[in-house]
């Protein structure tokens, strides 16, 4: 087994310690715990992007790993988590998760009034199992900064890695725009929902995708549009009673994910994700995806 040392501060667990991974999807993010206000009322769950990515591509079939900050006591809101997904990364304490505070008003608008990104600085690159030739696709989900995601494209590419999947979120669009539009540039697979999008190139129309690469943008209730360097394709969605809209944007991008690891057509994997999107909004945080 290869050492991996301590350069991120973290205590290296056999967890870590891996040589290299042999699977559909290796999702790199957080898992959080969020607190969210629906409705006038409060609400304490399960959360992440990397946590709802990487349910999602297990839901769908596809076999996944989640390299992500990892409690070395589980609490008992995790468990469940835990038992589902094969999760492995820097041992932290549980004071160190990250947490979210995010308040939702319907209509596809939400506000983050808070973030602590606790011990998501410890998840290093360096980290990473040496060799991920073996693993169909890397997905970068939200970290704290696009400049964090373009090393971890970095280190990727340098392990070997086939495909390399990234996403983002409003506020590395608003505060770090030049990074994530590199970072579209050096992924093979991005995602973003329509505002990001808007944000980043003034209009969905202005996206230019380079040869044998693909871009999903999210539409929320009206589906969602594949990207790739000569097509442009609308995929409708079908109308839910929403109650917790958290996290279906990472739930359609697992499930995409998911789906293009097996081989299917971008269209058609859209339109399983954009339906496990609608489910996992119906129920508070991942709920709909571990019944």
Known sequence: MADTGRSSGGVVTEQMIRNSVVTDVLVVGVVSIDRLRIGGKSFRTVGGAGMYTAIAVQFVGASVELFAPRPASMPHMLKTIDGYLHWFGPQISLHELPQLEITHHGNDVATLNSI???????LDPEDLPSDLSECKIVHLAALSSAERQLHFVKACRARGAQLISAGTYSYVVQHEPEDVLKLIKEADIFFMNENEATGLFGSIDNIVVDPGKLVFVTLGRNGAIVLTGDLSDVIPAKSVEEFDPT???????????????HGILPQDAVTKAIDLAGLVVTGLGPQSLLS
């Open 247 to 261: 996290g279906a944007g990472d739930t359609f991008c697992g499930a995409t994910l998911a789906g293009l690891s």
């Open 116 to 122: 602590d990104w606790g011990a998501e600085i410890k």
